[in-house]
């Protein structure tokens, strides 16, 4: 999803921006109060907002931190009931090791994969599954194949990355484009060494400027 690029506590979360096109300066602008526009939900900008720990010591930097992760909680929850494959992974990913690329292959047979992954986040596969949902052959020494649920926006401008740590693995697909909340799921075949006890999965946008 999108989400805050910031260094610090890296939970993610959906946020959702906008493109704002420059006005002609001979257009004449009318006052807001002339377009009639009401907010729907004035509340929603009566909570809480970003708190920058820059500075901050103390209790009053363990305030900023907690006031920041209820922020990261609401706009998680959001996005996980939108589309529950999401798994967001916490700040210690920053220190996780990323997979060889020619360990992880998108698959071709998406229909069936995702029907496959509906109850399970992974499954193992022997070499003849794993050919049949790539349309590739790979035998890797000391490695098995896993079918592994993921998440992307934009599949043609974007690109995928594994961590591994621990027994746990990390599945990310971030991509340009312009802002949205239609995830889509897909799957990959991932060669590893061990077969995760959990998988994080989330997709990201950066949008064009």
């Given amino acids: 999803m999108l989400h805050k690029a910031s260094i610090g506590p890296v939970l993610f979360f959906a946020l959702y921006g906008c ?3 420059k006005a002609d300066d001979n257009q004449a602008v009318p006052p807001v109060a002339e377009l009639g526009i009401v907010d729907p939900d004035p509340s929603r900008d009566k ?3 970003f708190c920058n720990p820059s500075g901050r010591l103390g209790d009053d930097l363990k305030r900023c931190h907690q006031q920041n992760e209820s922020l990261y909680k609401e706009f998680a929850e959001e996005a996980k009931r939108r589309e529950p494959w999401f798994n967001f992974a916490g700040d210690g990913w920053l220190q996780s090791q990323e997979l060889d690329g020619k360990f992880v ?3 071709v047979s998406e229909s069936l994969a995702i029907a496959k992954l509906e ?3 992974i499954i ?3 070499d003849k599954e794993a050919e049949a ?5 790979a035998q890797i020494a000391g490695r098995k194949p896993y079918l592994i649920r993921a998440l992307m926006y934009y599949k043609e401008n974007g690109h995928f ?3 591994e740590k621990g027994q746990e693995i990390f ?10 909340q239609h995830e889509q799921r897909t799957a990959l075949v991932v060669y590893l060494t061990f077969k995760p006890t959990n998988v994080f999965i989330d997709c990201q946008i950066v949008e064009g400027i």
């Avoid at 949902?133 to 052959?137: A, E, Q």
């Avoid at 599945?171 to 802002?179: I, L, Y």
């Fill in 19 to 21: 493109t704002h096109t």
């Fill in 47 to 49: 909570g809480p907002e």
């Fill in 105 to 107: 292959v998108p698959v």
């Fill in 119 to 121: 109850k399970a986040q």
């Fill in 124 to 126: 193992e596969l022997n």
């Fill in 133 to 137: 949902f790539t349309g590739k052959t």
């Fill in 161 to 163: 990355a594994v961590f």
């Fill in 171 to 180: 599945v990310r697909h971030d991509s340009t484009g312009a802002a949205t």
